[in-house]
Nanobody
Framework: QVQLVESGGGSVQAGGSLRLSCAAS??????????MGWFRQAPGKEREGVAA???????YYTDSVKGRFTISQDNTKNTLYLQMNSLKPEDTAMYYC????????????????????WGQGTQVTVSS
């Protein structure tokens, strides 16, 4: 059974940094999922695709995090990362990692319906 476990969330002041991790188990990333992504959901808002990465290394970011967030992966450890710098209060949300079976994006957008396995999430709170 595929399991994704996020960690690294917390509370920081605006301008600070956090590094999220997502440990995957129950499958071999290279053979099962071609793509992994990070999503976030703030209270009262829809889930938003933040960043995604193909197994081959190609990356995608939503416009609001470009230049501040970096997605990366360690395929030997089946672990996904999200380095978040220059955090803003509007980055406050529950952050989830997920796997996709084929495409990371559709029409340049990281759509949640492309992803089939999800972690439980880790909370990120940024204070002003």
């Amino acid at each position: 059974q595929v399991q994704l476990v996020e960690s690294g969330g917390g509370s920081v002041q605006a301008g600070g940094s956090l590094r999220l991790s997502c440990a995957a188990s129950g499958y071999t990333y290279s053979s099962y999922g071609r793509c992994m992504g990070w999503f976030r959901q703030a209270p009262g808002k829809e889930r938003e695709g933040v960043a995604a990465i193909y197994y081959s290394g190609g990356t995608y970011y939503t416009d609001s995090v470009k230049g501040r967030f970096t997605i990366s992966q360690d395929n030997t450890k089946n672990t996904l990362y999200l380095q978040m710098n220059s955090l803003k209060p509007e980055d406050t949300a529950m952050y989830y990692c997920a796997t996709a079976k084929s495409f990371c994006v559709r029409s340049g957008i990281i759509h949640s319906d492309l992803y089939n396995y999800w972690g439980q999430g880790t909370q990120v709170t940024v204070s002003s």
